[in-house]
């Protein structure tokens, strides 16, 4: 069973940082695509930034060169460095593993995952970004 579980969430003011964590546990394939998803209310859950297991990422352009994606394989665990955050950042984050294609490698793409059957999904933690 695959479990994904968020932390390092908070609140924070505007030009602040916050660094959020995802223990990944139950999914041992060598070649997958991870991600992390934003939601405000009344809009549809974006990716924002998304790797995969060779080290290659991709970023919305929303958060270009303030949000660094990474992962620590000895750790299995996915971060999100987020820096200079603004208030439009406020919203619940979620961690995401793409589910493999059996034919297909996953492919990092604008902040998402691409060339997969879905995702796993986190539970979200909130961050709060105030003027």
């Known amino acids: 069973q695959v479990q994904l579980v968020e932390s390092g969430g908070g609140s924070v003011q505007a030009g602040g940082s916050l660094r959020l964590s995802c223990a990944v546990s139950g999914y041992s394939d060598s070649n997958v695509c991870m991600a992390w998803f934003r939601q405000t209310p009344g809009k549809e859950r974006e990716g924002v930034a998304s790797?995969?297991?060779?080290?290659?990422?991709s970023y919305a352009d929303s958060v270009k060169g303030r949000y660094t994606i990474s992962q620590d394989n000895s750790k299995n665990t996915l971060y999100l460095q987020m820096n200079s955050l603004k208030p439009e950042d406020t919203g619940m984050y979620y961690c995401?593993?793409?589910?493999?294609?059996?034919?297909?490698?996953?492919?990092?793409?604008?902040?998402?995952?691409?060339?997969?059957?879905?995702?796993?999904w986190g539970q979200g933690i909130q961050v709060a970004v105030s003027p």
């Open positions: 995401a593993a793409g589910i493999r294609l059996p034919w297909t490698a996953p492919v990092e793409r604008g902040g998402r995952c691409v060339n997969i059957n879905g995702y796993y």
């Open positions: 790797i995969v297991s060779g080290g290659s990422t």
